[in-house]
Nanobody, 119 residues
Framework: QVRLKEFGGGLVQAGGPLSLSCVAS????????MGWHRRSAGKERELVAH???????NYADSMKGRVTITRNGAKDTVYLQMNNLKPEDTAVYYC?????????????WGQGTWVTVSA
């Protein structure tokens, strides 16, 4: 099992920055892709940014130019730097891991961390 612990989040004014981090533990050798989703009130969960299995960073169109995802050398921690935040970025942000199929494990999700952007 891959366990995820998120850090960061909170209240920020529109236009401001905020960073999140996510630390994986357990069967980290099974990490395939890793990144962040978010869910806003009344909306489906959506991708924010992630590292695909080949190491490529991918971003949601709504966040391009305002967000950067990075990771540590061990590839078990990801960081999300968000800039120029907008009220519509208010959401619960979830770290997730898609595990490698040969591990026979379920994909993992963090508990989520609130990001609230005030106008």
């Amino acid at each position: 099992q891959v366990r995820l612990k998120e850090f960061g989040g909170g209240l920020v004014q529109a236009g401001g920055p905020l960073s999140l981090s996510c630390v994986a533990s357990g069967d980290t050798i099974c990490i395939g892709s890793m990144g962040w989703h978010r869910r806003s009130a009344g909306k489906e969960r959506e991708l924010v940014a992630h590292f695909s299995r080949d190491g490529t960073a991918n971003y949601a169109d709504s966040m391009k130019g305002r967000v950067t995802i990075t990771r540590n050398g061990a590839k078990d921690t990801v960081y999300l730097q968000m800039n120029n935040l907008k009220p519509e970025d208010t959401a619960v942000y979830y770290c997730y891991v898609e595990v490698k199929s040969y591990c026979g494990l379920d994909d993992s999700w963090g508990q989520g961390t609130w990001v609230t952007v005030s106008a």
